[in-house]
């Protein structure tokens, strides 16, 4: 990862944290690294290809994959508090932050002529995270409540189906429009991104994956982020947080409850003393809330 660890991270950039705030989005450049990244697809594939159903999720067109990746293969674990992308997610979110889900996606390629029975005219695909709060909350006052850091493992060139995005969308009341006869809006683009970048984009940001017709499959993991309060969408892997090496960031971001080293209940939010510490040591600017 890039850089090493925690305590070399840095306070993040105005320019970004306004970029987001602007467009819904962000492009975080070098957050991980060519070997990490190599050794990442590594790891998924051998997943893929084995016979694993717990956590498997297949869907329309061949896409493939699974949820709660981090409990799945250590080498996933650094993208949990990777240094690079954290101080963001806290300037943008709270310190009162976890893990919601890590989920590895495997989308084919479209051969010539191929047939889908998504991202067509009938069903673009364009959406937006955690429908279900939109549907309790209202379209026109559902907040911020969570940001997926979006890492791609394959080559992300402009046809290899990389996430796209309609920048601003986040500040939308209503759905984005799709001419009829089209799968995306007019102003929908693709992010100029390299293999080691990584995208943060929030859960009203509308989005859909692009058509992969590279003749390669997409490879991508999806690491979502948000409150504490909000229920984690990946299944318990209680057995992570007993792992004497991780810090206690990462045990927060694993889901540590709010109680004291003795098991007993502690006050409400305590749990997040760790991201609080970190990010107070980081920088004297208060994190957002």
Partial sequence: MTPTTLDAASPPEPDTLAAFERDGYVILRDAITPRWREQAAGAAMRLLDSGRTAGRDRSADGKDGFRGIVAMDDTFLPLVANPAVLPTLVALLSTDLHLMSSNLIHLPSIPPGGQRTIRIPTRHGWHRDMSAATRDLGSETIPRLSIKAAYFLSDPAPDAGITMFVP??????????????????????????????????????????????????????????????LA??????????????????????????????????????????????????????????
């Fill in 232 to 289: 984690p969408l990946d299944d318990p892997a209680p057995d992570l947080l007993q792992r004497e090496e991780l810090r206690d960031v990462e045990r927060q971001l694993l889901g540590a409850p709010d109680r004291n080293p003795d098991g007993s209940v502690t006050q409400e939010g305590n749990g997040a003393k760790p991201l609080r510490d970190w990010w107070n040591h980081l920088t004297a600017t208060p994190a957002h809330s």
């Fill in 168 to 229: 601003g969308s986040h500040t939308r009341t209503g759905p984005v429009t799709v001419p009829e006869g089209a799968i995306d809006p007019p102003d929908a683009l693709t992010p100029d991104i390299g293999p080691c970048d990584t995208v943060l984009f929030e859960n009203r940001t509308w989005h859909a994956g692009g058509l992969n017709t590279s003749d390669h499959p997409r490879l991508a993991i999806m690491m979502q982020y948000g409150y504490r309060w």
